[in-house]
């Protein structure tokens, strides 16, 4: 199963990466990219992590070293792109286990109406489309459980086409994108290529607002998708998010809500639903204590017991974490974290994490030896994420 998956990763990454050395090698493209310089062209950011976790959970406490990423963006000409970003991850005695995570070529028309086709994090809520693989990017440890990797609560991966824009002149912004839906194993982030053979494709549509020059962002989400996995009966899946965010330092303020409804398509039975929320808090502390970023996160998500899609995966969470990040150097930081959590309603549990992750761009613009920015604009992380 996994040399077919490789297999149909590898096509798939040939017929893009075809059309884009299409596009570079027309008279159009050659002329852009003549007048661009190498370092505008191409830019790689490397990311690293290793955490360190004490936990009355039953899984095995110290040292783990995460996920490797590369992302690597390459502008074919002034308006096209091409971006992909790659993960090794150590898997205890499997090795290494390599993915291509995202894999995408966009084309910008204009700043209302954006283009492009290939494999991305589903843009469902706000932390999914904000915060990518390399967890330097984000102030806590790790991501909510709604929103994990592996995730059955929400597809991860999204693989199709995405139109979106302003609207208009205004601070309005949407997304509409078609594309595969679940897979089989509908958790399965490995997906790259093909449907789950049900002959119908998933859709999402977004809607935004981003007032210029605010951190502010604000917005709406549906995904419909058609699911028959392996281990139940088929259902029409709909997803509705919405979220609130302040994108700054001082403070950081993210709330969004999940709501999925799970209706069977045949046969009898119930049909069911789940509810998620989560905030986060965090401030990044002023003068000279401008290294430090306290933050407080909490979640809860409610599964009903009779949903046909998800009501046996045992997935009910109720969870507080608390913690301090330390940017001891621009691109560098240390997080420590403490966490009450409860699975599947059943005892409350404590965990202690302590975790490294840096970022290294390879074009060497990142100055890792420089302090913090005072500005919450100058933010480097979220200068990464635009």
């Known amino acids: ?8 990763t590898l096509k798939a990454l040939r017929a893009v990466c075809g059309v884009a050395l299409a596009v570079v090698a027309s008279p159009a493209g050659a002329a852009a990219l003549n007048h661009m310089p190498f370092t505008e062209r191409f830019s790689t950011l490397l990311f690293g992590e290793a955490d360190y976790v004490e936990t009355q959970l039953n899984n095995p406490d110290g040292l783990n070293f995460g996920q490797v990423v590369a992302q690597i963006t390459a502008r074919v000409t002034d308006r096209m792109m091409v971006f992909s970003e790659m993960t090794a991850t150590a898997r205890k005695n499997q090795g290494e286990d390599f ?9 910008d ?22 915060f990518h693989h390399g967890s330097w990017l984000q102030t806590t440890v790790s991501r909510p459980q709604t929103v994990k990797f592996g995730s059955y609560v929400i597809p991860i991966h ?13 601070d309005f912004g949407y997304r509409v994108g078609v594309g595969n839906g679940r897979s089989k194993e509908i958790n399965d982030p490995r997906e790259l290529v093909g449907d789950n053979d049900n002959g119908e494709l998933a859709g999402l549509l977004t809607a935004n607002y981003r007032p210029s020059g605010r951190l502010l962002d604000t917005g709406v989400s549906v995904f419909v998708d058609r699911v028959d996995p392996d281990d139940g009966p088929e259902v029409n899946e709909v997803i509705a ?3 609130g965010a302040l994108q700054g330092e001082t403070p950081e303020v993210i709330v969004a809500y999940t709501y999925s409804n799970h209706e069977r398509r045949e046969g009898s039975g119930p049909d069911g639903s789940l509810h998620s929320i989560y905030g986060q808090f965090a401030y990044r502390l002023p003068g000279r204590a401008d290294h430090f970023k306290p933050y407080v996160r909490a979640e809860r998500l409610d599964v009903d017991d009779d949903d046909p899609l998800l009501g046996n995966r045992g997935l009910d969470y109720d969870g507080v974490s608390a913690g301090v990040r330390w940017d001891f150097a621009r691109f560098a930081a240390l997080k420590a974290e403490v966490r009450r959590e409860q699975f599947n309603k059943g005892s409350d549990d404590a965990s202690f994490w302590l975790q490294f992750s840096f970022v290294f761009d390879v074009n060497h613009r990142l100055m890792m030896n420089q ?9 480097p992380a979220f200068e990464i994420r635009q």
């Open 1 to 8: 199963m996994t040399v077919l998956r490789a297999c149909g």
């Open 158 to 170: 999204f693989v199709g086409a995405l139109l979106e824009g302003k609207v208009g002149e205004s």
């Open 99 to 107: 993915e291509v995570e995202r894999f995408i070529i966009g084309y």
């Open 241 to 243: 998010s919405a979220y």
């Open 109 to 130: 028309f204009s700043d209302q109406f954006k283009l492009s086709v290939g494999r991305y994090h589903t843009p469902l809520g706000y932390w999914n489309a904000a």
């Open 371 to 379: 302090s913090l920015p005072e500005s919450t604009l100058d933010n």
